[in-house]
C-alpha cells in the first residue's frame, strides 16, 4: 500500500510564507512526477506545480516567482515554498505523485489527503 502525508498548512498573514511538506510510504519502486494542486471552494482543482524525477520543474502562472517547488528523493518527499502569499491563495493543498510499485507494471497517480492553507488580508 502506498500512502501520501501532508503537513505544514495553516493560517498566516497576507505576505507571509509557509513550508508545505508530503512523504510517500509504502510498497514504492519508483517516483516518478510530484505534483501540488489546490481547490478553492467552489472552484476546480487546478495544478499549481511540479516536479519531474530529473529536478525539472514548472508552475502555474500565478504562483511564478513566489513558489518553489522540490523534492528530496532520499526521503520520499516533495515540498513547496509558498511566499509573498496573497488570500487569493487560500485553497485545499493536495500533492499528487506518479508511483510505480513494486510488482506492478505500470505506474499509477496517488493523492494525499490534503492541507488547508489560509491567507488572511
Known amino acids: 500500500q502506498v500512502q501520501l502525508v501532508e503537513s505544514g498548512g495553516g493560517l498566516v498573514q497576507a505576505g507571509g510564507s509557509l513550508r508545505l511538506s508530503c512523504t510517500a510510504s509504502?510498497?514504492?519502486?519508483?517516483?516518478?512526477?510530484m505534483a501540488w494542486y489546490r481547490q478553492a471552494p467552489g472552484e476546480q482543482r487546478e495544478l499549481v506545480a511540479v516536479?519531474?524525477?530529473?529536478?525539472?520543474?514548472n508552475y502555474a502562472d500565478s504562483v511564478k516567482g513566489r513558489f518553489t517547488i522540490s523534492r528530496d528523493n532520499a526521503k520520499n518527499t516533495v515540498y513547496l515554498q509558498m511566499n509573498s502569499l496573497k488570500p487569493e491563495d487560500t485553497a485545499v493543498y493536495y500533492c499528487?505523485?506518479?508511483?510505480?510499485?513494486?510488482?506492478?507494471?505500470?505506474?499509477?497517480?496517488?493523492w494525499g489527503q490534503g492541507t488547508q492553507v489560509t491567507v488572511s488580508s
Open positions: 499528487n505523485a506518479d508511483i510505480s510499485r513494486i510488482g506492478r507494471p505500470v505506474n499509477y497517480n496517488y
Open positions: 509504502g510498497s514504492i519502486f519508483s517516483i516518478n512526477a
Open positions: 516536479i519531474t524525477s530529473g529536478g525539472t520543474t
